[in-house]
């Protein structure tokens, strides 16, 4: 979300790579050897490793700043170039050393060869970097380790501890040691399990992750689990699982830098831990469905986030959120229905609805709940398609399914300020719920009929129209 990382500052410190592409067409066998002649018709370059996760900072709309060790060379040239045209400051050490390239041949989609020209950087080239490194105005800091030896993280996380600037960092090796003081680490499956073993159920994988934490001095441990998602630990024993959002993969490539760049920009902007992960989660499940190594915009961010985090899982998260904005003095509607096939009635009732307060609640009967009332041809709509599609719209702030035949366990733990009903109801007295809201000194509305268009009506329409055209 664009203006939610607005203010965020982050510094990527780290290996970083110039990655080129060679794009061709390998139409015949060399005659000299028995290998392809491919014709290369154009070329590409990209930022890769560190300088990648810079750039998926910047794409997410946080401000970026790369810090790393090049060569005195035109790839650097090109690499410093490509990163100051996606609106990251490059502040790069030049050594007398090759910049790490990676050279991939790509024929027909398919990678015919990869060329890495690298040389592993020395120990006073990483210290270099490490002291030349001002934190002044950075708010995060990403220390992006792929084993090339332009890292020092020591020096780098004391920095940043004492000016309490959060450090993430992408570990790399079995020796996490070195990253000890950081905020948070965010191995993948293989890396966590290269250091801690195999875990054999979700409470061990916790455990592990605890006295990893605890042995490093670290706030947090984010697994990343692939399609099973992600586990994120906290030093107090409480854990978060994030199932991945993935709707469909394209391509895993860079997902990795996504989730850490989104990790960085939301700690870097104040946001908590939690809420950080759940950000990398969405933004991770962005990414895998673009081809190639993609990022994610703060818009796109945002337009997922609209739709998903208005949709709640719990009661208790749902009055965490509502008791949030009435403590600021905001007032909640509450409202309650089916919405099986929504339709015009509806959206102008939700509008209505919507304009008695500050934010509009709508607890929707799950199926089971719908068939009871309704009848078992009932509902039309799942109630995960009826959620999304009352998520979408502009006047509804949060949704809910709720099992009971009625709301009242509902109202009872959220306590909106205002109860709306609408539809043929002749007074307050006929709405359920309505002695629980006046008791505890809140509001209750009858607002007009939900136009003559309900769903059951709508429903026969159709019905008929079906028999009328078959018979």
Request: with cysteine; charged share 20%.
């Given at each position: 979300m664009s203006h939610?990382?607005?203010?965020?500052?982050?510094?990527?410190?780290?290996?970083?790579?110039?990655?080129?592409?060679?794009?061709?067409?390998?139409?015949?066998?060399?005659?000299?050897?028995?290998?392809?002649?491919?014709?290369?018709?154009?070329d590409e370059v990209r930022p890769g490793g560190a300088?990648?996760?810079?750039?998926?900072?910047?794409?997410?709309?946080?401000?970026?700043?790369?810090?790393?060790?090049?060569?005195?060379?035109s790839d650097a040239d090109l690499l410093e170039q490509t990163l100051q045209n996606h609106n990251v400051?490059?502040?790069?050490?030049?050594?007398?050393?090759?910049t790490i390239t990676k050279l991939r041949v790509i024929s027909q989609a398919h990678q015919m060869i990869r060329l890495d020209f690298e040389t592993p950087f020395d120990v006073s080239s990483a210290k270099a970097l490490a002291d030349s490194v001002s934190l002044g105005g950075i708010t995060s800091i990403v220390l992006s380790d792929y084993a090339k030896g332009s890292l020092e993280p020591h020096s780098l996380i004391q920095k940043a501890r004492a000016s309490k600037i959060p450090v993430i960092v992408d570990p790399k090796g079995t020796d996490f040691e070195k990253?000890?003081?950081?905020?948070?680490?965010?191995?993948?499956?293989?890396?966590?399990?290269?250091?801690c073993g195999s875990w054999k159920n979700e409470q061990d994988l916790i455990d592990k992750g605890l006295t990893l934490i605890k042995r490093l001095d670290i706030e947090a441990i984010l697994v990343t689990r692939s399609e099973q998602g992600m586990t994120l630990?906290?030093?107090?024993?409480?854990?978060?699982?994030?199932?991945?959002?993935?709707?469909?993969?394209?391509?895993?490539?860079g997902a990795g830098d996504t989730v850490i760049a989104a990790l960085a920009a939301g700690l870097g902007a104040g946001i908590s831990?939690?809420?950080?992960?759940?950000?990398?989660?969405?933004?991770?499940?962005?990414?895998?469905?673009?081809?190639?190594?993609?990022?994610?915009?703060?818009?796109?961010?945002?337009?997922?986030l609209s739709i998903d985090n208005s949709i709640f899982h719990s009661a208790e998260d749902l009055t965490a959120w509502a008791e949030k904005?009435?403590?600021?003095?905001?007032?909640?509607?509450?409202?309650?229905?089916?919405?099986?096939?929504?339709?015009?009635?509806?959206?102008?009732?939700?509008?209505?609805?919507?304009?008695?307060?500050?934010?509009?609640?709508v607890a929707v009967n799950s199926d089971a709940s719908v068939a009871r009332l309704k009848g078992a041809d009932r509902p039309v709509n799942t109630v995960e398609r009826r959620l999304q599609v009352l998520a979408g719209l502009e006047a509804v702030d949060a949704v809910i399914a709720f099992e009971n035949d009625t709301p009242i366990p509902l109202i009872d733990i959220v306590r909106p300020d205002v109860l709306v009903k609408g539809g043929d109801y002749k007074s307050i007295e006929e709405v359920v719920g309505y002695e629980r809201v006046l008791g505890y000194g809140g509001k209750v509305k009858v607002l007009g009929e939900v136009g003559a268009l309900s769903t059951s009506h709508l429903i026969a329409k159709i019905r008929q129209t079906d028999s009328d055209s078959t018979s």
């Open positions: 939610m990382f607005s203010a965020s500052r982050v510094m990527v410190v780290g290996d970083v790579m110039l990655d080129r592409y060679w794009h061709g067409d390998a139409g015949r066998i060399s005659p000299e050897a028995p290998v392809p002649v491919v014709r290369v018709t154009h300088a990648n996760v810079a750039l998926n900072v910047s794409s997410l709309g946080a401000e970026a700043v790369c810090a790393g060790i090049v060569g005195n060379d400051n490059p502040l790069f050490i030049r050594v007398e050393q090759r990253y000890c003081g950081a905020t948070l680490l965010t191995p993948n499956r293989a890396e966590f399990e290269a250091v630990i906290l030093r107090d024993g409480s854990a978060h699982q994030f199932a991945t959002m993935a709707r469909e993969v394209a391509d895993v490539t831990l939690a809420s950080s992960a759940e950000l990398a989660n969405q933004a991770a499940g962005i990414v895998v469905s673009k081809s190639g190594t993609a990022t994610v915009s703060g818009r796109e961010l945002e337009s997922a904005y009435r403590a600021r003095g905001e007032k909640i509607v509450m409202t309650n229905g089916c919405f099986d096939i929504l339709h015009a009635g509806h959206v102008a009732y939700l509008r209505e609805a919507a304009s008695l307060g500050d934010f509009l609640i």
